[in-house]
């Protein structure tokens, strides 16, 4: 089953065909629709991966937060 998405990218190409079949040629991909079904991929995960980072990031930051608190006088 295609993906209508990749499909229309392709179409609405125009004079950048022949430029992204070279790169996807060059790239070792089979056909367009390869090559633009793995940039789409690609993407995702990087998306997936920002995302992942960032909460990460915020439980870190809540974590520091919470020891910084929880030490707020030498007496204990």
Known sequence: MQNQEIIKI????KGRRDYEQKKATK?????L????????????????????????????SELIIK???KKSCSCC
């Open 67 to 69: 020891d910084k608190k």
């Open 10 to 13: 392709i179409e609405n190409l």
């Open 33 to 60: 629709y390869a090559y633009f079904e793995d940039k789409i991929l690609k993407e995702k995960r990087a998306i997936e991966d920002k995302k992942k980072e960032l909460e990460e990031t915020k439980n870190h």
């Open 27 to 31: 790239l070792g991909f089979n056909s």
